[in-house]
């Protein structure tokens, strides 16, 4: 799960991670009493999206406004603010579609003396998270690991017993980092490894993560995910879900106990198990054809979810066809099979519909599909079933 970034400061903050104050606006007339309440000389006004590269990134509406801007009086902000709220924000992590901006962020400035980079993701290699520093602070960290990885240091930590200062010191060294700026920085990394461990994060990423004047570190950035298996334990953290920056169909997708993701291609997927369903995608490519979704019914699937998952994939106008993957284990082909019909008559397809049974009762499965009036096709395998599919949209 994805949060903002000033939602992200706010855990910050709570754990002991520094932040400079701000305030979330979304009016132009809160953004210019944010900066008055901030009583500094210069703020920055930053685009509120579930998107990283927004100082990059551009608008639709006005190409040459930015996602975040540097603003020196009240007046400033509010035009800042009026220019991105309710208008669409494209950077490279958003693609051409962009994400509508529903709220700015209003940051008090500070003095930088220095950019850095810093970043804890989990290393599923070593089974460890490891954090990530570069002095190429500001820079898509993409972009720095193509073309100069030797400018990125990485550490990695027990969950258990955090990051160790010898390691701070170590990464100090090789940043280049002297003096009090030392102190900070192990306290400011250490307490950063303690939040990604506490609150189950996925990832945490400051760009960029400056060094002020006096020395001290500084967040200016906070984009943060979290494990969503493991959300129960934070009831905190859920509720700083916004539903209005995912993808309506993944979220009612959710909502019916379906692992769904939506895609670019024309041939829907209903599949039951993770690796089926990618094997799925893998030979619809195979074959010529581009899948439209990833989506896993799961084990137990019921006419409902079925029913659900259908609507779910034709609501989507890209779908020209859709390739059912049943492999019967737990789930009996029966069981499947008389979902199909059902959710079949109750939506009404207009494209076509071809399916692959495999497992638990799958000639029963079959004769059941064979004697309903409704327009399936049925495949003998897999590689029948994508060959159909595809031919079918040809």
């Known amino acids: ?23 979330v606006a979304k009016t132009p007339e809160e953004a210019a009493k944010a900066f008055d309440e901030l009583g500094t000389s210069i703020c920055v006004v930053k ?29 400033e902000a509010a035009k800042a603010a009026e220019a991105m709220l309710n208008n669409t924000l494209v ?32 290393d599923r290699a070593e089974k460890k998270p490891v954090l990530m520093v570069s002095s190429e602070g500001g820079v898509e960290i993409e972009e720095v690991a193509a073309k100069t990885p030797e400018k990125i240091f990485k550490e990695h930590f027990d969950p258990a017993e955090g990051l160790h200062s010898f390691q701070v010191r170590k990464l100090c060294k090789l940043l280049g980092i002297e003096g ?5 920085a192990d306290k400011f990394m ?18 960029p993560l400056v060094i002020a004047e006096d020395g ?23 509720q700083y879900r916004d539903l ?18 939506k895609l670019d291609g024309e041939i829907g997927c209903l599949v039951n198990g993770a690796g089926l369903a990618m094997s799925t995608m893998d030979i619809i490519k195979l074959h ?25 994939i034709l609501a989507d106008a890209n779908v020209k066809a859709v390739l059912v993957n049943i492999f019967g284990g737990i789930m009996r082909c029966t069981t499947i099979a008389d979902a199909l019909v059902t959710a079949y008559k109750n939506i009404g397809f207009n494209v076509p519909l071809i399916v692959r049974l495999e497992g638990t009762e799958v000639e029963e499965g079959k004769k059941i599909l064979a004697e309903s009036d409704v327009d399936i096709q049925t495949a003998e395998n897999l590689t029948d079933a994508a060959k159909k599919v595809v031919a079918s949209i040809a």
């Open 180 to 184: 009090k700026t030392v102190r900070s």
């Open 1 to 23: 799960m994805k949060i903002h970034e000033f939602q992200g400061k706010e855990i910050f903050r709570k754990e002991g991670v520094t932040v400079l104050d701000g305030r």
């Open 244 to 261: 209005s920056e995912e993808e309506e169909s993944e979220v009612k997708a959710a909502e019916a106990g379906l692992s769904y993701v």
């Open 91 to 122: 950077t490279l992590q958003t693609g051409p579609i962009g994400k509508t901006v529903n709220q700015v962020y209003v940051e008090a400035g500070c003095d930088i003396k220095r950019e850095l980079y810093l970043g804890i993701v989990l």
């Open 47 to 75: 685009s509120q999206i579930h998107a990283g590269g927004r100082g990059k990134g551009t608008f639709q509406e006005n190409p040459q406004q930015r996602g975040v801007q540097v603003c020196k009086s009240a007046e």
């Open 190 to 207: 250490k307490t950063l490894c303690r939040v990604f461990s506490t609150y189950d994060c996925s990832m945490a990423e400051i760009n």
């Open 288 to 312: 010529g054809g581009e899948p439209a979704n990833f989506l896993d019914v799961g084990g137990g699937a019921n006419a409902d979810q079925v029913t659900e998952a259908f609507r779910i």
């Open 216 to 238: 001290s570190m500084i967040a200016l950035d906070a984009k943060v995910s979290f494990d969503e298996n493991a959300l129960f334990r934070h009831p905190n953290v859920a």
